[in-house]
């Protein structure tokens, strides 16, 4: 929590004058000394995906070296600071950023001190990144040099309350959007950018936006639009402080914690010294009266202010023209990148070698699956779309942007798409180490999966829902989540597969109901099923039902008892009444972790409830993964299965069954809608 420094400074100068006059050369070195000090906002080195690094390894070394070169460095023009040292795998990128009116020495300071925090609190990490008033510091193993990136997010709290919430919420809406587009227009020195507002009860408003000067106008403004929409939930309308994300952050507070900066000329380049200000360097008249004189001492000076008024409208009427063509920028800047996106078709076709059988990863109810391999040496994934979507080639074109636009570590990326004649492809990046289902149920490779890797897994998985769900530009509903959709990498990192799937298929759904059950049965909730009512709660279902799978090692169709066969949902069920839940984890795993796997079955007991209201979201399921201090509360009966086809759900029809179980093996569905 960030206690305004103000307020402090008050406390100490009452204290300061008691004593005297003479203890005022005290209270301005002590002013002095607090300006320096920057409050922790926060950081983490939470990156398990990532991995560790060895003492004395040669990422190690190449880290030491990046992090001592901050002390030295001569470089760190306008607070930022963007270096790398060595060779891959064992490259190190780090980033450093300090507050836009933050000066050199102070930056250097600030980030030194950052240094020795993030070193400590994070031994070995690959990846981490820490959070101070005046700075910000990371660093990673992979490419953060203008890339977007919005997790992980803190918020800075304050205690202060305000009077009116809802004109509140306006004015600092109102003047976050107005920061947000100064900042997005700055040049590749400093996207920054402070300013005041006092709203109608006449409490005025301080705000700061700033963004990473290695991102474009378009990632800028993404970045702080992202941030800003979390305000409300994070910091419940009060003068909170702010958030902080890695390319960006904002910060508001009801007085003015920031020094004033002098805006940069566009025209003048980073390294060219900024004009020295004008100053009238003529003579005083003599006493003679001598004309000549004090003509040029008025006439000059006049000159020179009609000048800077003229230079002052030139600007001011440029500015107003550059917003103007903001938006036809902004439909260029999609242009561009919707064709950065699309790939030529004879490549495709190149790189999968004529999309042959030898190439074919897999079939579905979109298309085939081949593996490909560009001129580059890059290897891909590309969908063939295997039936018309209904959809115009702006329209594919339009939904691809935006699919494309959801990145994150646990989500299989979209590279681009190819559209020529009937023949819509869809370019993703290759992920080696095929499908969940294809570890976790077989006898012979899921002994590969010890319990660390599952639970790493589980983790993967929870982060990549939790970004489709609430931290993505698009909310997103996945609807057909299963181990055959969660795709592991070379290191079994998980990756959500097919999330964006419903914007390029046309189905006859709203928001919030479809007519037509889309999905695999099994993993599907009751409401889904029995009314067509799908929410973020019917991911979690089936979230809780692959959970199960992973500890359990067995299909949710059925787990076998002799010749006798009970679903997994209503054996975990009867295990957990009994006192006997231990009895689903798999036999090939030990129980070193014992503790972990109860809690991650009483999750899953959680998740699969029958009531959707009763199940947690996203964001608590992470809570409960990461704080073992949090008590979980006591699960309800889950929706059971007779057997590994129907389900045994109140007022089910035989033809509601029927539809579910002809749609196993349907395309995937996924909705969005933006927030």
């Not at 004593?19 to 906002?41: E, K, P, T, Y």
């Not at 507050?99 to 070193?119: F, K, Q, W």
Request: aromatic share 8%; proline share 4%; net charge negative.
């Amino acid at each position: 929590m960030i206690v305004p420094i103000a307020s402090n400074i008050l406390i100490i100068e009452r204290t300061i004058r008691m004593a005297g006059v003479s203890s005022m050369l005290l209270f301005f070195l002590f002013v002095i000394l607090i300006s320096q000090v920057s409050a922790h906002i926060g950081g983490t080195c939470d990156y398990s995906m990532v991995g560790n690094y060895t003492a004395n390894s040669t990422y190690n070394t190449n880290l030491n070296t990046l992090l001592s070169t901050l002390s030295s460095n001569t470089e760190i023009n306008y607070g930022f600071y963007n270096f790398s040292h060595g060779q891959s795998p064992d490259r190190v990128n780090a980033i450093g950023l300090c507050r836009g009116d933050v000066e050199p020495d102070e930056c250097r300071s600030c980030l030194n001190y950052a240094r020795s925090n993030l070193t400590q609190d994070c031994p070995n990490q690959k990846e981490a990144i820490i959070h101070f008033d005046n700075c910000m510091l990371r660093y990673s193993n992979r490419t953060i040099f203008g890339q977007v990136e919005t997790f992980p997010g803190y918020c800075v709290q304050n205690l202060s309350n305000v009077t009116d919430e809802d004109e509140f919420k306006q004015a600092i809406v109102n003047l976050m959007r107005k920061l947000k587009d100064v900042a997005a227009s700055g040049d590749s020195r400093r996207k920054y950018a402070t300013d005041n507002v006092t709203t109608g009860n006449f409490e005025t408003i301080y705000g700061l936006v700033q963004c990473t000067p290695d991102l474009s106008e378009t990632q800028c403004n993404y970045c702080l639009d992202e941030t800003i929409s979390q305000i409300p939930y994070c910091c419940n309308l009060t003068f909170c402080g702010g958030a902080a994300r890695p390319s960006c952050n904002i910060r508001f507070e009801n007085y003015r914690f920031y020094k004033l900066t002098t805006v940069l000329d566009p025209e003048i380049p980073p390294s060219s010294p900024a004009p020295p200000p004008f100053a009238d360097t003529s003579p005083e008249p003599e006493e003679s009266g001598n004309t000549i004189v004090i003509m040029i001492s008025i006439v000059v000076p006049t000159i020179v202010v009609v000048l800077l008024i003229c230079l002052c409208l030139y600007l001011r009427r440029r500015k107003a023209r550059k917003n103007l063509v903001v938006k036809e920028d902004e439909i260029e800047d999609e242009i561009k990148i919707a064709e950065s996106l699309q790939f030529n078709f004879n490549t495709i076709q190149v790189a999968t070698e004529d999309f042959s059988d030898s190439n074919k990863l897999g079939q579905g109810g979109f298309g085939a699956v081949y593996r490909g391999r560009l001129s580059n040496g890059q290897m891909i994934a590309v969908k063939r779309l295997s039936r018309d979507s209904g959809q115009g080639d702006t329209e594919f074109k339009n939904e691809v942007l935006l699919v494309a636009k959801l990145q994150h570590r646990n989500l299989v990326r979209l590279l681009g798409f190819c559209l020529e004649g009937n023949e819509r492809l869809l370019v993703y990046e290759y992920v080696p180490n095929k499908s969940l289902d294809y570890f976790i149920f077989d006898p012979n490779m899921k002994a590969q999966l010890d319990w660390e890797s599952r639970y790493k897994i589980i983790r993967g998985i929870t982060r990549g829902l939790l970004y489709l769900h609430e931290d993505s530009r698009l909310r997103v509903i996945h609807r057909d989540l299963k181990a055959s959709n969660i795709l592991l990498d070379e290191e079994m990192h998980p990756k959500i597969a097919d999330f964006g799937m419903a914007r390029l298929f046309l189905v006859d759904q709203t928001h919030a109901n479809t007519t037509r059950i889309v999905g695999t049965c099994g993993y599907m909730a009751p409401e889904y099923a029995m009314h067509g009512q799908f929410s973020v709660k019917s991911d979690v279902f089936s979230f809780g039902v692959l959970v199960l799978e992973i500890l359990s090692g067995q299909k949710n169709s059925g787990i076998h008892h002799g010749e006798n066969v009970e679903d997994l949902l209503s054996f975990a069920w009867r295990s957990w009444k009994e006192q006997t839940a231990i009895n689903i984890v798999d036999p090939s795993l030990n129980n070193n972790s014992r503790n972990e796997m109860m809690r991650c079955i009483h999750i899953g007991l959680l998740c699969v409830q029958e009531n959707l209201a009763d199940r947690p979201t996203m964001a608590t399921i992470m809570l409960m993964l990461n704080s073992y201090s949090l008590s979980l509360p006591i699960p309800t009966k889950p929706a059971f299965y007779k057997n590994s086809r129907n389900r045994s759900l109140p007022g089910s029809s035989e033809s509601m069954i029927k539809s579910a179980q002809e749609s196993e093996n349907e395309a995937s569905i996924t909705e969005l809608y933006a927030r």
